[in-house]
């Protein structure tokens, strides 16, 4: 199976990268590579990504940038970040390659505990997850030729600890309990769901 992974150079991207690569042949994007560069916030940069990897049996999506920070600091700017980049970002990896993955493939997108569980600091992201999981339920039941999609919906990491102050009492998803998430959206047979693998 050829499996696309953007966001592959970031902490969630680079282990999922290491794990289906002992089985599978994985395309590694993002915005530093490392087999391809992408910028998903530009529909232009999506597009020359799929013309060079051309036909592909899944994409996994690990990325999409918000705006972490105050409420006070909120504003129509810096909520654009996470509307172009984990929003739109996201949407747009679909909806390009839609033309381009086989019959039968999958998509799977990143959203979060922050959707239904909202932090101080974070309402930019919560925003956007809830948007990302409402755009999967609906391509399901419109995408053709057998395309499922579905997103992966953990809470904060392990391998993240950095983010550990922003999530009092949540208990850190393990970085196996992730990629058992993303395989069962990327091997199994669900579509339209959203995957908490917790």
Do not use: C
């Not at 696309?4 to 915005?31: C, D, P, Q, W």
């Not at 700017?77 to 747009?92: A, C, P, S, V």
């Not at 390659?97 to 505990?113: E, M, R, V």
């Amino acid at each position: 199976m050829k499996i696309v992974i953007v966001g592959a150079s970031g902490t969630m991207g680079n282990y999922l990268s290491e794990a289906f690569e002992k089985e599978h042949e994985v395309v590694r994007a993002g915005r530093s590579g490392p087999d391809l560069k992408v910028d998903i916030t530009s529909s232009d940069s999506i597009e020359e990504m799929y013309q060079k990897i051309g036909a592909f049996d899944a994409l996994i999506s690990t990325a999409g940038p918000s705006f972490v920070g105050p409420w006070k600091n909120l504003n129509a700017e810096t909520f654009r970040i996470g509307m172009d980049g984990k929003l739109l970002g996201q949407i747009n990896l679909v909806l390009i390659g839609q033309h381009y993955i086989n019959p039968n493939g999958s998509f799977t997108l990143i959203t979060g505990a922050l959707t239904h569980d909202p932090q101080k600091n974070f309402a930019n992201a919560s925003a956007a997850n809830s948007a990302v999981e409402g755009f999967v339920r609906a391509a399901a039941i419109e995408l053709q030729n057998g395309i499922r999609i579905n997103a992966v919906s953990p809470t904060v990491i392990e391998a993240s600890p950095q983010y550990f102050p922003f999530f009092p009492g949540e208990l850190p998803v393990t970085m196996k309990q992730l990629e058992y998430g993303f395989r069962k959206s990327v091997f199994g047979a669900n579509t339209g769901q959203v995957i908490k693998p917790y």
